[in-house]
């Protein structure tokens, strides 16, 4: 048997680059579609039928003033319609992160979006990756953060979207494979 082809959509407002990276990452591990969320908080009319047909939605958005972006946030609102009529109901759901700081209230806006999942009766993915957190540990190793509820990345103020930690990128691009995965396993598509 072979398993039915699973769709997963990244939703993700980024404001330097760094966010959009890591929304890369997740991508390319559930081999998802990119959707980004613009300047003026909105995505592409027809974005909104890629998120209604897929198996998994995965939010993104970096961490300002202790939660996501004013962008993703007048998106999350624009979600009430597809809440009204139930659209997004059972489809699993996921989220990242990123801030300049270690810890910068990331946590909050991965509350957010696991909160916006619940409201649409989401069933939520957590990150599964066991956190480095021995003295050996390194900048680049997985899960370097200490998260279980989703990857959160750090990005230096003063760096560029090239100088992420190739172990934040690689946590984003673990937790793809895992939303994929557990879709998979929720999937009411019929398996050959």
Known sequence: MTKATITTAVVYHSGYGHTKRVAEAVAR??????????????????AWD??????????????YMGGP????????????????????????FGGFTNSATINGDKLNTLQYFLLL?????????????KPSNVKASKRDDPNRMGSYVG???QSDADAAPEEMSVGDL????????????????????PVA
């Not at 691009?173 to 009411?188: K, L, N, P, T």
Request: aromatic share 10%; hydrophobic share 45%; charged share 25%.
């Open 29 to 46: 591990g559930a081999s998802a579609e990119l959707i980004a969320i613009d300047a003026d908080g909105n995505i592409p009319d027809s």
């Open 50 to 63: 890629t998120l209604d047909a897929a198996d998994a939605i995965i939010f993104g958005s970096p961490t």
């Open 69 to 92: 972006s004013w962008q993703f946030k007048k998106f999350a609102d624009a979600t009430s319609k597809p809440w009204f009529e139930e659209k997004w109901k059972d489809k699993v």
């Open 117 to 129: 999942a619940g409201q649409h009766g989401g069933i939520w993915v957590s990150l599964a990756i």
């Open 151 to 153: 990857p959160m990345a």
């Open 170 to 189: 690689e946590t984003a691009r673990r937790y793809g494979v895992r939303v994929a995965e557990i879709a998979g396993r929720f999937s009411d598509t």
